[in-house]
C-alpha cells in the first residue's frame, strides 16, 4: 500500500503485560493472568516477534523489562508514566525514520515543557 500510494509507514510491537519482564507486586495480581491460554499466546507470537527482520519494523516490547514501578493497570493499558516513556521512544524512532519531518526542540521548549 505504501508504494502504490506513496505514504510512509512503521510498524511498532508494543510493551505488553504477559510478556513483561519486570512485573510489581500490583501487576502480579492483574486478572489478565488468569487466562493461561492468552499467556501462552502472548509468549509465543512476542518470542516470534522478537525474531522479525524488516524494514520500518520496531519492537519495544522489551522497554519496560528493567523497570521498578507499576506502569500496567490491565492487560493492554498503561499508565501516564508508562504512556510518557512510550511517547519519548516513539519520538525517538520517529527522528530516525523521518529526520527532515521532525523538529527537534530547543532546549528553552524542552525547558518549559
Do not use: C
Not at 500500500?1 to 510489581?24: E, K
Not at 488468569?34 to 520500518?56: F, G, I, S, T, W
Amino acid at each position: 500500500l505504501a508504494q502504490a500510494y506513496g505514504f510512509q509507514y512503521l510498524f511498532i510491537w508494543q510493551p505488553a503485560l504477559l510478556t513483561n519482564q519486570a512485573l510489581t507486586a500490583e501487576e502480579k495480581k492483574l486478572p489478565a493472568w488468569d487466562n493461561q491460554k492468552m499467556v501462552q499466546l502472548y509468549h509465543l507470537v512476542y518470542e516470534r516477534m522478537a525474531r522479525v527482520q524488516m524494514p520500518h519494523f520496531y519492537n519495544i516490547a522489551t522497554m519496560f523489562d528493567r523497570k521498578k514501578e507499576t506502569l500496567f493497570f490491565s492487560w493492554a493499558h498503561i499508565t501516564e508514566a508508562g504512556n510518557n516513556q512510550v511517547a519519548e521512544r516513539l519520538y525517538q524512532i520517529f527522528q530516525q525514520e523521518f529526520p527532515s519531518k521532525i523538529a527537534i526542540p530547543s532546549k528553552e521548549s524542552r525547558d518549559r515543557s
